[in-house]
């Protein structure tokens, strides 16, 4: 049995919903793999050392992963545009800390752990993404990647996702899964 762990960092959903469909894709591949999704406030180092498989996301800002700075212009730009959802700020981690906040608290992996790295990005080339260096983060920790970072578009700045990518993140979670599980000899 594999405990699979995902940690993201949403600020309008978008990520949030590519993770659930990672989480899909992860329980089709394996039926009796125990999969969480975590926000980053959830994330404690004790549960994420359980998780043989960590998969890690969240939204591109400024072509790359969010600052709280770029979290505050977030939540600003929201307001502004007459988004007043409760919950707003601590979606975009404002209220505690985002992603790349979470990865540098983070103590090392234990060996043997799996990871793998996903963003939610604009389609444009210039857009960047956040998939890379959270996977550069992910490697420093000591984690074995089991896929190149993977990024997931959004239409716009609060989204909504592009038709067809919650498919695709889906059939992703299960490739994950099936690269990381053990292979046992024939």
């Not at 992996?109 to 389609?123: E, I, K, V």
């Not at 420093?140 to 038709?163: C, N, Q, S, T």
Request: proline content about 6%; some cysteine.
């Amino acid at each position: 049995m594999m405990d699979v762990v995902i940690v993201c960092e949403s600020g309008f959903g978008n990520t949030r919903k590519i993770a659930a469909s990672v989480a899909d894709g992860v329980r089709e591949a394996s039926s009796d793999a125990t999969v969480a999704v975590l926000a980053v406030a959830e994330a404690t180092p004790e549960r994420i050392d359980r998780a043989g498989l960590l998969i890690v996301g969240g939204p591109t800002h400024y072509r790359g992963m969010s600052k709280e700075s770029s979290r505050r212009r977030a939540v600003g730009a929201a307001e502004e545009a007459g988004d007043r959802r409760p919950g707003l700020e601590s979606q975009h981690g404002t209220a505690g800390s985002g992603i790349r906040e979470w990865l540098a608290a983070l103590p090392a992996a234990s060996p043997g752990r799996s990871a793998a790295a996903f963003d939610t990005r604009l389609a444009f080339p210039l857009a960047g993404g956040a998939a890379r260096p959270i996977g550069r983060a992910l490697r420093h920790l000591g984690y074995g990647m089991v896929a190149a970072p993977e990024g997931f578009i959004v239409d716009g700045a609060r989204g909504p996702l592009r038709v067809g990518e919650t498919d695709r993140a889906k059939v992703w979670g299960a490739g994950l899964v099936r690269r990381a599980l053990p292979r046992t000899p024939a």
